[in-house]
């Protein structure tokens, strides 16, 4: 399974493998699809929106447990300076549970 986080999250125990990875490489594992989406910041909704192009629904979904195999997507605003002019910055990464 494929999921879509707001912030990594080890749903049990077991070895995951956490890399960043840049907006293309997000955009590519987007698109290959299916994924499930397990996040409640409207924000980060907001930002996926604009890069697909489709609604990406709110899902503070109760419990889940990633499985061996499963993988996850965390897309996460970068907490910066609060400064009007300045662009919004994300940050991306790819978290794998092995076992």
Do not use: F
Request: glycine content about 8%.
């Amino acid at each position: 399974m494929r999921y879509i986080l707001d912030d990594p999250e080890l749903t049990g125990p077991g070895k995951y493998n956490y890399r960043w990875i840049k907006r293309e490489e997000m955009s590519d594992w987007l698109k290959q699809g299916p994924w499930s989406i397990r996040m409640c910041n409207e924000g980060v909704a907001k930002h996926l929106k604009s890069i697909l192009g489709q609604e990406i629904p709110v899902n503070p979904s109760p419990r889940w447990v990633m499985e061996p195999g499963d993988e996850a997507l965390i897309v996460r605003k970068i907490a910066a300076e609060r400064d009007p002019g300045r662009e919004e910055q994300w940050e991306y990464g790819i978290m794998k549970r092995l076992e």
